[in-house]
């Protein structure tokens, strides 16, 4: 059994920002899979199914960013598995744009899903798929560019990333982290990645977190 979170920010102010990587993926995967997500638990826009004849989540906290992990542990706790079995889909600030990483366990670098998670689920022993989104241009606070929108040269480029993320996980629930990551952990040495400045963005509403 397997329980694939995406995390995001809630609200159509959110939907297209980089904050919400972790979304998109989830709907990629749940397109491929012919999943229909609704709200079954509190706190989550979740579906189930079968892939490769294990049953797997795939789930959205409804929660902002920094609640992530009160829904998560719901639903993880509900079915009595092990935290090794939870693959968490984010964006990350320290890998260029469309960088992909994949790893079990670490810190939570600064980033409040992680934190929220780090601090609900039963240990840190979760797998990680890491979306890169490229450090913020000097005029922009890092709040401030997680929260804004891709620019017109990652648009270009988003939507093959996304797949690149979803096959990611589709192969840590097929074949297991160890194959994943022998062939996403290494950026192909020919791949010109989008520049990540971009124009200043609305400031966010008070009510959201990062």
Do not use: C
């Not at 229909?36 to 826009?45: D, F, I, Q, T, V």
């Not at 049953?55 to 992530?68: G, I, V």
């Not at 950026?187 to 971009?198: D, I, N, Q, Y």
């Amino acid at each position: 059994m397997w329980f694939v979170f995406g995390l995001g920010n809630p609200g159509a102010r959110y939907a297209g920002t980089r904050h919400n990587i972790g979304w998109l993926v989830i709907d990629r995967l749940a397109g491929r899979w012919g999943y229909s997500l609704s709200e079954k638990r509190p706190g989550l826009l979740m579906a189930d199914g079968q892939i490769a004849g294990q049953r797997a989540f795939l789930a959205e906290p409804q929660t902002y960013m920094n609640r992530s992990g009160e829904p998560a542990r719901g639903l993880v706790e509900f079915y009595k598995a092990p935290t090794s079995n939870v693959v968490v889909i984010h964006d990350d600030l320290d890998l260029p744009f469309a960088q992909l990483r994949l790893k079990r366990g670490g810190g939570a670098g600064g980033h409040n899903g992680l934190r929220s998670l780090d601090a609900h689920l039963q240990d840190k022993d979760y797998i990680r798929v890491r979306f890169g989104i490229g450090r913020p241009p000097p005029e922009l606070k890092g709040a401030d560019y997680v929260l804004g929108g891709w620019n017109a040269e990652q648009r270009e480029s988003l939507a093959d990333r996304v797949d690149a993320a979803a096959d990611a996980v589709e192969l840590v629930l097929t074949q297991g982290l160890t194959v994943a990551m022998n062939r996403f952990n290494v950026r192909p040495k020919k791949e010109k990645l989008p520049e990540t400045s971009v124009p200043q963005p609305p400031e966010p509403p008070s009510v959201a977190s990062t």
